[in-house]
Structure formats: structure tokens, C-alpha cells
């Protein structure tokens, strides 16, 4: 098979990996510039599956497992490859001594989530001996990722006691950081009282963004789809609201974006009214050209994959040798704060997009190896 995805070269052979299930059968698909990428089948339990590993340097590729139905298998090989390579450079931006991998399974249909699916979906993490880990992501649930770790250790975000629990909370405080290191690039003042801020979904993460930030003396805006919810918060703290079509246009210091992906694009950049834009949510900009829009339009981005980290920062604390401690992740999350002041220095001083600055800085990191790790991993759950 020879096919051309993103004007990347995909030539497949055949690789028998070592694994106790012979009904397994792993494609080496070959990719330029990624460091395996496998597509594996097993007929016996519907199993249709990739797993992309983008880069090791740094440590072990870690990213979760989308379990979704996909139009085509071109589809989900494009999903996984543009979300294990962002996975390198969040990871490596992060220091917390991961590399990037990213797998989806594609179901026909729903009811074909099976726990033998799942399991040998866990077969196949096994064979890969350690070097992708996986964690839950759309479509896979806690529930799912418990069956897997049936079949592998290679697995984080379960459910036990020495677990780091929900991100939300964690990414949210991430994001405090980068809106405060805006703010300092901005007025030259960390302080955000009176700082106009209009936030996108008040979901796990902007429930808890929108009480540090009340707490902090913000100014806030708020719309999300859920109109209850958007009652109750408005109340609760005071906020005006917007629909959810004036969010991207309403007149703010910052916007942050804690919804969905892909709403910074040509369209939405000519109605934007803010000063700066710094979110969770994954996959902000619809094209890495937008990045340079933003700049041209003088509109600060704190670059999504730098600012959300803290959930990753946080469930990389849990494979430590004495387990997780809410206080070192608290602490490794605040440094988002100097990472993304980093990144509009390097933007400023290479007259480049923060985006692009931001994968300067990951590649530097990578490239001298800063940040790589150093001790083994600790799964707390087979202790
Ligand atoms: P969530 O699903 O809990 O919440 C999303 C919220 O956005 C919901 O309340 C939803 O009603 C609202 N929403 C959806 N579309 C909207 C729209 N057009 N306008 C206004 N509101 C809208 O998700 P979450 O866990 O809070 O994550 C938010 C974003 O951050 C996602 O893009 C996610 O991928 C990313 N992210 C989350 C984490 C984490 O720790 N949860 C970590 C990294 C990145």
C-alpha cells in the first residue's frame, strides 16, 4: 500500500510484533517524520486500530485513546498523527519526560465498544513493551481504560486510591498562570482586577478557571451552550453573559477559549475584539496559519498546548516513585506562567507567531534533550 495523507509518505509492510495473541496483526505504516505508527487488527474482536508514536526522545509516548466512528480509516490516521505530534510538543514544553503518541480505535458502530475490543486493545499496548502509554480521551471512558489495563500496565487515568483524580481543576489553575503571564506581557502588571475576561464553556476546566479568576478580582464574561448552567454561574458570580454566538466578538482584555477546537479561523479572527487569547481548550487554531492573523491583527495567543499542560503535568506526578503529590504538581503547573512569558519573547524577538515559537521551543528542548527522562516510571496501580 502506498497512499499520500497531508503530503506525508505512507508506505505500510507487514510487521509480525511479538504477542501472546496470534489473532493480533500489526501494520508498520511507515510515516515520514513520525517514529512508528502501527495499524492493528484483530478480525476475532472487530479491532480497528492505530496507534501513532511521534516522537521518544524525551520519554515514552503518552496520549490518549479516541474511541470514536470515523467516515474513513484516512480519517482516524490523520487524527492520530496531527494529535501525537501536538502531544511532543506539549509534553516536551512541559519537561515532565514524555514523548508524544497518540491511538483511536474506529468502531463500525457504538455497541462495537466490547470489553474484548477493549482488551485487545490492551493486548496490543502490551506488545509494545512501555513505549506507549495510554489514558482515556473522547469516547473512552474510565470504565473503558480499566478493561484495557486487564490486558497492560501501560495505562494511566484509572481510578484508585493514589489516583491524581479529575484534571480539571489542575489544567484550570494552568490556564490562570498563562492569562497572568498575558497580563504581565500585556500591562506589564500580573494583577487581574479589573482585567476584562470573557471565557468560552464552563465546563470541567472553566468551572474552575471561573472561581480562581472571581477570587483574582477579574472582570468577567461568560457563555456556554448549557443555559442552566450559565444562569447558575452568572448568579453565582456576578458576570455578565453573552450568547453563544457573541463570545468570539464581545470587546475583552482576554478571551479564553475552554470549549471546543477550532474556533480561531479566518472567519471568526476578523470579528474578534480582544487583546489577547488564552484557553484550554484543545486545538484553538483551525489552521497554523491562523497564528500568523492573530499576530498581524496584534492579538496575543498564548499557544493552547502550552497553557493546557497542566493536566498532563498533573497525571505524570502519579508515575513518580513515591506516587502523587498534589503539592509538586501545583508547582510544576505554576511554571506555565514563565513557559508562555517564554514564548512571546521568542515570538517578539524572531518576528514569528507564538504558535511557531512555541514548536521552537519544544524543538530546542527536544534537541538538547532538556526535560528527558531520567527515572523509570512507577505504575501506582500494580503496587
Ligand atoms: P467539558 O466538556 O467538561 O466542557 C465544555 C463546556 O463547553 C461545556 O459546558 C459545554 O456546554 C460548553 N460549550 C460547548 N460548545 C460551546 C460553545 N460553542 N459556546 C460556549 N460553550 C460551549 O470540557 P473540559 O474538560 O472543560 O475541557 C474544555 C476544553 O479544554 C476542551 O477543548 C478540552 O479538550 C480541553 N482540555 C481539557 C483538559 C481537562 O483537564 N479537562 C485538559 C486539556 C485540554
Known amino acids: 500500500m502506498s497512499i499520500t495523507l497531508e503530503n506525508k509518505k505512507v508506505k505500510s509492510s507487514k510487521k509480525i510484533i511479538k504477542n501472546k495473541n496470534k489473532d493480533l496483526v500489526f501494520t508498520n505504516l511507515n ?37 470514536l466512528k470515523y467516515d474513513t480509516f484516512d480519517e482516524a490516521l490523520t487524527d492520530a498523527l496531527r494529535l501525537s505530534e501536538s502531544m ?21 458502530d457504538e455497541k462495537d465498544k466490547t470489553e474484548k475490543l477493549l482488551e485487545s486493545f490492551g493486548e496490543a499496548v502490551d506488545a509494545l513493551d512501555g513505549r506507549y502509554i495510554c489514558a482515556e480521551d473522547m469516547g473512552c471512558t474510565t470504565k473503558d481504560v480499566a478493561i484495557i489495563r486487564k490486558k497492560t500496565k501501560h495505562v494511566v487515568g484509572l481510578v484508585h486510591d493514589k489516583s491524581s483524580g479529575d484534571p480539571g481543576r489542575y489544567t484550570a489553575y494552568g490556564v490562570l498562570r498563562g492569562i497572568e503571564a498575558s ?31 472571581f477570587f483574582k478580582g477579574a472582570d468577567l464574561i461568560i457563555s456556554d451552550m448549557d443555559e442552566k ?14 450568547s ?19 474556533i480561531i479561523n479566518k472567519e471568526t479572527i476578523k470579528e474578534l475584539n480582544c487583546s489577547a487569547i ?3 481548550a484543545n486545538n484553538q487554531l483551525l489552521d497554523k496559519d491562523d497564528a500568523s492573523l492573530l499576530k498581524e491583527k496584534n492579538i496575543l495567543y498564548a499557544p493552547d498546548f502550552v497553557v493546557n499542560a497542566g493536566g498532563l503535568l498533573n497525571v505524570s506526578i502519579e508515575l ?10 501545583r508547582n510544576k503547573i505554576e511554571k506555565i506562567f514563565d513557559e508562555i512569558y517564554k514564548i512571546y519573547e521568542i ?18 528542548k527536544i534537541k538538547h534533550a532538556i526535560g528527558s527522562r531520567q527515572e523509570k516510571i512507577y505504575y501506582p496501580h500494580i503496587l
Not at 457573541?246 to 475583552?252: E, Y
Open 31 to 67: 510515516i515520514d517524520g513520525y517514529e512508528k505508527v502501527y495499524k492493528i487488527e484483530n478480525k476475532k474482536t472487530k479491532l480497528l486500530a492505530i496507534i501513532a508514536i511521534h516522537d521518544t526522545t524525551l520519554g515514552p509516548a503518552l496520549g490518549g485513546t479516541r474511541i
Open 347 to 364: 515570538s517578539k524577538e524572531n518576528n514569528i507567531s507564538t504558535h511557531m515559537a512555541a514548536i521552537k521551543l519544544a524543538k530546542n
Open 244 to 262: 453563544k454566538e457573541d463570545i468570539l466578538k464581545v470587546k475583552c482584555d482576554i478571551l479564553v477559549p475552554c470549549a471546543r477546537g477550532g
Open 183 to 213: 497580563a504581565k506581557y500585556l500591562f506589564n502588571d500580573v494583577s487581574l482586577k479589573n482585567v476584562k475576561i470573557a471565557i468560552q464553556g464552563l465546563g470541567n476546566v472553566g468551572k474552575n478557571l471561573i472561581d480562581f479568576l
Open 320 to 329: 513518580l516513585k513515591d506516587g502523587y503529590n498534589p503539592i509538586i504538581s
Open 88 to 108: 511532543t510538543y506539549k509534553a516536551a514544553v512541559a519537561e515532565v519526560g514524555f514523548g508524544g503518541g497518540k491511538s483511536v480505535i474506529i468502531l463500525n
Open 229 to 242: 448552567k450559565l444562569k447558575e454561574f452568572s448568579l453565582k458570580y456576578g458576570t455578565e453573559v453573552v
Open 278 to 280: 488564552c484557553g484550554a
